[in-house]
């Protein structure tokens, strides 16, 4: 955290070049100050499977769906899948004698340790949480009620933590909503999300969930998941597996291509953004779509407008949840909110800008943090948080404010009666929260800036841009602020040269 330093506009600022730097872990809240360009670093291949690991997920109505998927998997597919299936803590499961029936392939229960090989099927057990790591299945006691647990969102978590751009789900029949956060981080690190078409299922709420998030990459009937599964992963691990890296001279013309593409079909252009991240997300839709060859993606686009409104929210999608990273919203809670709470304002607001503010749990999050300090303090303030982006269809969720119930793995149960309305599989944000927000389509590149802002909060999205890019968009932050106002971005992100504009609150 930081803020920002009055001479800066005056040293002009506008000239500095932002330097690079490695990617810094450590939460930054500057008060006006952050941000060199942080690097999008590609997963490590070496540090993954080198077979692909499918995570399935299942409420009401698994057991069917199960059967069906597992009737089409040829036993020697070269895959391993791991189950987790919403199941009585009291009572052994059933499941593994269920399987053994639908296939040839060893199911097994999993025992804590053990390690995944390809061509089996391991099956949770009752009563716990399961996540995997180096190939390795680890068992952990639920923390949560019965009823809070959300088993698959902790299993695709870890999927995508562990596999990254290889990370592969599958939601099936259930009631709720498990596994729509867990299909979010799936999607962020480039993975691959397969739903259950809700009208095969016998209880379509989980599927339904996660098509509502506009993520899923195929909506099928079980048994025709194995077949697309097979051919995906067969592009997947093809050996043209760097199909976008822009080297040769055509390829690097076809990228061009599809920024213009992107800008008349958008508005938005994307040329600016970081290389790294903008290949991977194209590399993932070529291979979902089975095409090999850039150029031939880039015809595809042409003929496929639809196609071009997917690729434009691909390259949008972040990590976004309710207090990411707690250690740094506790900094802004007790660093940044009080100050901006105590001492004589003279019946001015507290000003909040949150740019990039994808579906809203960001800007929300900061809402209900200054309520709760407000009353603390027992001082009252008009406060004004004004939430932007430039998905158009994330700004309508947020304007929602209605979440599926697996946001209570990162909203604390005091938090979630204060702040939310229960409905039935979902939360919606309560009034008094959703008052203080506005949520309007905005691009920080081409529109004007806020200004008299008190704070400015903007987590992880200048990690995409390229340092011009962070050139044009760090002064703009700097404009919008006020002299001690505050600059809150996300774990990777710092100034570099930039920083003597600004005094460091917090790293």
């Not at 979010?184 to 095969?200: F, N």
């Not at 979630?416 to 920080?444: C, D, H, W």
Request: charge should be negative; aromatic fraction near 8%; charged fraction near 25%.
């Amino acid at each position: 955290m930081a803020k920002r330093k009055k001479k800066a506009r005056e040293e002009g600022y506008e000239q500095v070049a932002v330097a690079e730097r490695e990617q810094q872990e450590d939460s930054q809240i500057e008060v006006n100050k952050l941000l060199p360009e942080a690097r999008d670093v590609p997963p490590s291949p070496e540090k993954r499977p080198a077979f692909p690991i499918i995570g399935l997920g299942a409420s009401a109505g698994g057991l069917e769906a199960f059967e069906a998927f597992f009737k089409y998997t040829p036993p020697d597919s070269g895959l391993a899948f791991v189950l987790v299936q919403h199941l009585d803590p009291n009572h052994e499961s059933i499941l593994v004698d269920i399987l053994k029936r639908a296939t040839q392939m060893p199911v097994l229960q999993v025992i804590d340790g053990m390690t995944v090989q390809r061509d089996h099927i391991y099956v949770i057990p009752p009563n716990r949480d399961m996540a995997l790591m180096n190939s390795t299945l680890h068992l952990l006691e639920p923390i949560e009620p019965r009823g809070f647990r959300m088993p698959i969102d902790y299993l695709f978590r870890s999927l995508a933590e562990e596999q990254r751009d290889r990370a592969i789900g599958i939601i099936l029949s259930g009631t709720g909503s498990d596994g729509t956060l867990g299909l979010r981080a799936i999607r962020v690190e480039g993975g691959m999300m397969m739903v259950q078409d809700p009208e095969t299922a016998k209880y379509d709420g989980m599927p339904r969930s996660a098509i509502n998030t506009g993520l899923a990459d195929y909506i099928l009937p079980p048994e025709e998941m194995p077949a697309q599964l097979l051919s995906y992963v067969e592009h997947l691990y093809s050996p043209k597996a760097k199909r976008a890296v822009p080297s040769p001279p055509k390829e690097t013309d076809a990228l061009e291509k599809i920024f213009v593409l992107l800008r008349r079909q958008t508005g938005h252009d994307f040329s600016l953004y970081k290389q790294n991240t903008i290949n991977r997300r194209i590399e993932r839709r070529m291979v979902v779509n089975q095409v090999d060859r850039i150029a031939d993606y880039v015809r595809y686009l042409q003929r496929t407008p639809l196609e071009v409104e997917t690729l434009f929210r691909e390259l949008l999608i972040g990590v976004t949840s309710f207090f990411r990273d707690p250690e740094a919203f506790a900094v802004l809670e007790h660093q940044a909110i009080p100050h901006l709470i105590e001492g004589e304002r003279l019946g001015q607001p507290i000003r909040i800008w949150v740019p990039g503010c994808s579906t809203g749990e960001e800007a929300y999050s900061i809402a209900m943090l200054i309520w709760d300090q407000m009353g603390k303090y027992q001082q009252a303030h008009s406060v004004q948080i004004f939430a932007t982006d430039i998905d158009a269809q994330a700004i309508e969720i947020a304007r929602a404010g209605v979440y599926p119930n697996s946001i209570v793995a990162d909203v604390s149960p005091e938090y979630l009666q204060r702040f939310f309305i229960k409905q039935g599989n979902t939360y919606q944000i309560a009034p008094q929260i959703r008052e203080m927000v506005v949520f309007a389509i905005q691009s920080i590149i081409k529109d004007p800036p806020f200004s008299k802002m008190d704070l400015v909060s903007c987590r992880n999205l200048l990690i995409y841009l390229d340092a011009a890019l962070q050139k044009k968009v760090v002064p703009l932050f700097h404009y919008a602020l006020k002299p001690d106002g505050f600059l809150f971005l996300g774990t990777s992100e710092t100034l570099g040269e930039l920083e003597r504009f600004f005094a460091t609150v917090d790293r």
